[in-house]
């Protein structure tokens, strides 16, 4: 029998809960542990239950979802946080993704893939939309100083180093990720086998020396492994 994941709704909106606990209820290795309609009251929660995984809004009174995933990280650091919002601003998303975030989903997500992010956390990965992918793209590419607007800015000799260790399908790999796609896109992408898949990221991670895939995503960024493709 699969591990129960015990999950925490932040959201100040009730029947978005309602619809969330809707949908855990029939999935047999999720359960509801309780609900907050503000970013206080979720980090209150967060502290008194323990649970695995919290799925939070961005705009919440009383503190919002920015700051209570910094404070989640720093006093539940054993609680991985999941955002589902209406909200893609760039900067939000780099923000959320520097506090702590694991996931990123916007709210026209279908259910599904909100269940399929609750359980890809808790196994210690992340997910993130290809289009919320896009626009950590953007950022960090803004973010990064050009000295000459005519040239392409060089790699850093840590970047270099981190890139020598790759085989050429884990280069691909990395792409590919950095793109956004999940395990099962990649499987297809390559046409390999999902457990293969699994492989190359675990060993991309030990070689990156990162511990989710939101790391990977902005090393590929920060080693310009997206450039005119975002």
Not at 137 to 153: D, H, K, Y
Not at 214 to 227: G, H, S, Y
Request: net charge negative; aromatic share 2%.
């Amino acid at each position: 029998m699969p591990e129960t994941i015990r999950v925490l709704l932040a959201d100040d909106y009730a029947m978005f809960r309602d619809v969330l606990n809707s949908a855990l209820e029939e999935e047999d290795d999720i359960v509801v542990v309780g609900e907050a309609a503000d970013g206080q009251e979720a980090l209150d929660k967060c502290k008194e239950l323990d649970p695995d995984i919290v799925i939070l809004d961005i705009e919440m009174p009383r503190m919002n979802g920015v700051e209570a995933t910094r404070k989640m990280a720093e006093q539940c650091p054993r609680t991985k946080v999941v955002i589902v919002t209406a909200y893609e601003d760039d900067h939000l998303i780099m923000q959320l993704i520097q506090a702590g975030a694991t996931g990123y989903l916007l709210k026209e997500t279908d259910m599904d893939e909100v269940v399929r992010a609750i359980r890809v956390a808790h196994s210690g990965d992340s997910l993130i939309q290809p289009r919320v992918a896009k626009k950590m793209m953007r950022m960090m590419a803004q973010m990064t100083p050009v000295s000459q607007p005519a040239a392409a800015p060089a790699l850093s000799d840590s970047v270099k180093e981190m890139l020598s260790r790759l085989t050429q399908r884990e280069l691909e790999v990395l792409i590919e990720v950095g793109k956004g796609k999940n395990n099962k896109e990649l499987g297809a992408h390559f046409v390999i086998s999902e457990p293969t898949v699994k492989t190359h990221v675990a060993r991309l991670m030990q070689k990156l020396e990162v511990r989710d895939r939101i790391a990977m995503v902005m090393f590929a960024a920060e080693a310009k492994l997206l450039d005119g493709q975002v």
